[in-house]
């Protein structure tokens, strides 16, 4: 069974940093394309950031890109989301996600797999 457990969220002060860890487990991680969604009070579930297999291709939400950084360490099992110049809008509950894909170099924005999210609160 696959399990994916964040960690790492918390309150900051706008302009601040966090770093969001997601720890895979139930299968093999390097089989995986992973991402981040993130849900704001009263809205839908959106995309952040996706991260292929290899690692060496990325997509961001526009609105986050030269902020977040999303990287993968397929020997850890983990994927992290570095977040910088953090905006009362990033407010959220920040989820994890993988999808078991073939190709190696594909980043994916729909995902089977989630794990049950930590709150990002982002103060002005």
């Known amino acids: 069974q696959k399990q994916l457990v964040e960690s790492g969220g918390g309150l900051v002060q706008a302009g601040g940093s966090l770093r969001l860890s997601c720890a895979f487990s139930?299968?093999?991680?390097?089989?995986?394309?992973m991402g981040w969604y993130r849900q704001a009070p009263g809205k839908d579930r959106e995309f952040v950031v996706g991260?292929?297999?290899?690692?060496?291709?990325?997509e961001y939400r526009a609105d986050v890109k030269g902020r977040f950084t999303i990287s993968r360490d397929n020997a850890k099992n983990t994927v992290t989301l570095q977040m910088n110049a953090l905006r009362p809008e990033d407010t959220a509950v920040y989820y994890c996600?993988?999808?078991?894909?073939?190709?190696?170099?594909?980043?994916?924005?729909?995902?089977?797999?989630w794990g049950q999210g930590t709150q990002v609160t982002v103060s002005s």
């Open positions: 139930g299968g093999t991680f390097s089989s995986y394309a």
């Open positions: 996600a993988a999808r078991g894909v073939t190709n190696y170099d594909i980043v994916v924005t729909s995902f089977d797999y």
């Open positions: 991260i292929s297999r290899s690692g060496g291709n990325t």
